[in-house]
T-cell receptor, first 112, second 114 residues
């Protein structure tokens, strides 16, 4: 079993749709959580951190459920420019140091 | 800020040859990470450094891979000898104070071993 597992893609949605991605992690000691975005043939870039209380950044909302070891990302009013692969990322150790474990990614394609 | 710089951007080499990938982290960042990305395995951490010292190399696939960081502004990842299964995109990333902070990735080196 992979340490970080994501919904298989691709997700094909029309502009304006709401889409949700899910992610589970296996190590209960994991401390920090993130969503990264990767455009085709580009490097990953941080989209947002995920906090225990949930957090929102414009059209993007991230949720964390530590008890279920589950992370989600909700994108509202999707735009063509949201088309990318979304990577669920977990810091296994936390604190100063540690390393990130990346999920396989979920591909999103937003169509006109 | 120039961001993380990697070279070369593309490398095509024959099996058995030595390959050296280079990375210049963002100035002031004290953590440096090397990743490999393939379709089959996704993004995998190979090794990371803190203040030029290797902290965790458990992701390095085998002895053919080695990484060095002789100073705060330069790191290399070497594969010797290279094999076709090493074909992948290799990313370097840097951050402040470890993985709780955003990691900034370089553009990657696309390696093809024939």
């Amino acid at each position: 079993r992979k340490e970080v597992e994501q919904d298989p893609g691709p997700f094909n949605v029309p502009e304006g749709a709401t889409v949700a991605f899910n992610c589970t992690y296996s190590n209960s000691a994991s401390q920090s959580f993130f969503w990264y975005r990767q455009d085709c043939r580009k490097e990953p870039k941080l989209l947002m951190s995920v906090y225990s209380s949930g957090n929102e950044d414009g059209r993007f909302t991230a949720q964390l459920n530590r008890a279920s070891q589950y992370i989600s990302l909700l994108i509202r009013d999707s735009k063509l420019s949201d088309s990318a692969t979304y990577l669920c990322v977990v810091n296994r150790e936390g604190g100063v140091g540690g390393k990130l474990i990346f999920g396989q990614g979920t591909e999103l394609s937003v169509k006109p | 800020d120039a961001g993380v710089i990697q070279s070369p951007r593309h490398e095509v080499t024959e099996m058995g040859q030595e390959v050296t990938l280079r990375c210049k982290p963002i100035s002031g960042h004290d953590y440096l990470f090397w990743y490999r990305q393939t379709m089959m395995r996704g993004l995998e951490l190979l090794i990371y450094f803190n203040n030029n010292v290797p902290i965790d190399d458990s992701g390095m696939p085998e002895d053919r891979f080695s990484a060095k960081m002789p100073n705060a502004s330069f790191s290399t990842l070497k594969i010797q000898p290279s094999e076709p299964r090493d074909s992948a995109v290799y990313f370097c990333a840097s951050s402040l104070s470890g993985a709780d902070y955003e990691q900034y990735f370089g553009p990657g080196t696309r390696l093809t071993v024939t």
